[in-house]
């Protein structure tokens, strides 16, 4: 069948301007051409000319192509940002009248790590035919199979005879390793090339190296996303797709997009050494947990050309570490800040909720001391980011929310109003005026006039954007 995968259009607004390669779409369209199918990729974000009208263009491309089938990747709900708050799943709408207008019969669905998160939602809101929970590797090709039949193919969202959405049942994850590797080829890099140069970046694409996660920190979905056992692609593989990235199309810096690089250290390793031994001209970016870190993989990031590392700290002291669930302490923070001093040329980012649950004034006053220690310790590399957090569905964040009545427990999470977007991040009762009080400092900061600036200019030289917060999870 001939499907067309759709990177759901995000408005030109907010956070949208960033741009992302769609390696989720080129993954699909991988496991589609190995089971026999025709798939092509179009990326609304992504302009052929200036201020194409996203919505026709949907509509040339899918009569064009002569689609039997349009898949819509939800990549992104809303700009999860507290501060610049921005609303993009309503664009599903139009997306599916245009889908209707140049495709009447072709079955329409939604797949995607935002509509994972909100499938149930999604689908009462859009009369979309179908969605896939998770990777769809197998569940989509399968589903095309038994189109007629989506009760019987597990991971499947579809509607009954009255037009209720229901869920099949919960499907296996698919054998990560042995999967092939994403079809790169889909997408016309001239248009990206194009683009990040307009922003003044440098084109970054995603990278896997594993999917996965075995922890369980209050406010994050990702286990939902990608299952809680770690999933590996063996090191050569990895390795292997770099060198085609670097070689057949041209970049020159990627992010690995796993939960964690170094949920198991010695494949951390392994793929360190698969790709320095490749001496590719590349850099690169991967967000990195506390536990299995040494100075030693640091190093051989480094030399393997990994050039900046994020981690999700979150909590600064142990009550919040705690009540986050996050499975770490302060004196392993403080250790990774000491290990990142030691590895010259490596930039790092901490990202800490400035309103973690249960937090106290010490607390409070312990981040900025962090705030001051981490950039002063680190000049020029060294990066501390303080971010709200973004209370989500099926969290446990969302229940101790609602535990200290700070969300109704009938709160929509998806609200459709970019308004009521930024009551949806968590401030603990008692702590709104030091809230104000972060928010005056991140303006400041912004507007350059703190030492965060400087920390920064360094990476901006070298293209990199700006550092991302923890798991993307709140921001400011
Ligand atoms: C890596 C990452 C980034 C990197 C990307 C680096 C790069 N060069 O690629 C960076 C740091 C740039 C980034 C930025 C942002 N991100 Co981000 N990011 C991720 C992360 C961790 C992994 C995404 C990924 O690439 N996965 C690997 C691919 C292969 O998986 P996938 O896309 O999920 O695709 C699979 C399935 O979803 C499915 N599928 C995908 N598409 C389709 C389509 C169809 C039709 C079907 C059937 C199935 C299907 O099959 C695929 C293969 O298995 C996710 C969280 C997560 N674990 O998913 C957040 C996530 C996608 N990001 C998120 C957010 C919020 C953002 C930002 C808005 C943050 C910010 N405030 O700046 C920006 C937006 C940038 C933009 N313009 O899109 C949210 C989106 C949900 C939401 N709340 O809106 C997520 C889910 C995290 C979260 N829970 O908060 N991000
Ligand atoms: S925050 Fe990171 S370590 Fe914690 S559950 Fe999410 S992906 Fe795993």
């Known amino acids: 069948m001939r499907v067309l995968l759709v990177q759901s259009y995000l408005g030109k607004t907010g956070v949208s301007e960033q741009l992302v390669y769609p390696i989720g779409l080129a993954c699909v369209a991988s496991a589609l051409d190995r089971a026999g199918h025709e798939p092509r990729i179009v990326d609304l974000n992504v302009e052929r000319e200036p201020k194409e009208d996203a919505m026709e263009r949907l509509k040339s491309e899918i009569r064009a192509f002569g689609a039997e089938v349009v898949g819509v990747s939800v990549r992104n709900l809303d700009s999860t940002t507290r ?21 009447p019969g072709a079955p329409a669905m939604l797949g995607g790590p935002g509509f994972t998160q909100y499938a149930a939602t999604l689908m009462e809101r859009h009369p979309y035919d179908f969605g896939v929970m998770g990777e769809a590797e197998t569940v989509l090709p399968d589903l095309l199979g038994r189109i007629g039949s989506p009760r019987k193919v597990p991971g499947v969202w579809f509607r009954d005879r009255t037009g209720k959405p229901r869920f099949s049942a919960q499907a296996p994850l698919p054998a990560f390793a042995a999967l092939p590797s994403p079809r790169r080829d889909l997408v016309d ?14 084109l970054d694409v995603g990278v896997e190296s594993s999917r996965g996660c075995p922890r369980r920190c209050a406010y994050c979905n990702y286990p939902l996303l990608n299952g809680p056992i770690l999933r590996k692609k063996p090191p050569e593989v990895v390795a292997e797709e770099v060198e085609t990235l670097v070689r057949q199309f041209g970049v020159r810096q990627f992010t690995f997009t796993d939960s964690r690089f170094n949920g198991d250290p010695a ?22 947990g506390f536990s299995g870190l040494d100075i030693d993989l640091l190093l051989a990031m480094r030399n393997a050309g990994c050039r ?52 106290s004034r010490e607390e409070q006053r312990q981040l900025l001391r962090w705030y001051a220690w981490i950039h002063g310790t680190l000049p020029g590399r ?18 101790i929310a609602a535990e200290e009545g700070i969300l109704a427990p009938d709160t929509d999470l998806l609200p459709e109003d970019p308004g009521k977007l930024s009551s949806l991040f968590y401030v603990p009762p008692g702590f709104e005026r030091w809230s104000d009080f972060w928010d005056r400092f991140l303006d400041a900061e912004i507007q350059g006039r703190l030492l965060a600036a400087r920390a920064t200019r360094p990476l901006r030289r070298f293209g990199f954007r700006d550092l991302t917060p923890g798991h993307l999870r709140g921001s400011s």
């Not at 890099?189 to 440098?202: E, F, H, N, Q």
């Not at 600064?316 to 923070?333: F, G, H, M, N, V």
């Not at 971010?387 to 969290?395: A, D, F």
């Open 189 to 202: 890099w001239d248009l990206y090339r194009t683009a990040a140069a307009r922003d003044g970046i440098v």
């Open 83 to 103: 501060k610049a708050p921005a609303v993009y799943h309503t664009w599903l709408r139009p997306t599916l009248a245009a889908i209707r207008e140049a495709a």
């Open 382 to 399: 060294g990066r501390m980011t303080l971010t709200w957090c973004r209370v989500e569905e099926n969290t446990r964040l969302a229940e």
């Open 308 to 359: 900046q590392v994020s981690f999700s700290a979150d909590g600064l002291l142990q009550p919040s570490l705690d009540r986050l669930q996050k499975d770490t302490t302060t004196a392993e923070i403080e250790a990774s800040v000491r290990m990142v001093r030691k590895v010259h040329g490596l930039h790092a980012n901490w990202s800490f909720f400035c309103m973690p649950p249960a937090t």
């Open 267 to 288: 494949h951390a390793h392994a793929v360190c050494e698969a790709i320095a031994a490749r001496l590719l001209p590349v850099r690169w970016t991967a967000w990195l």
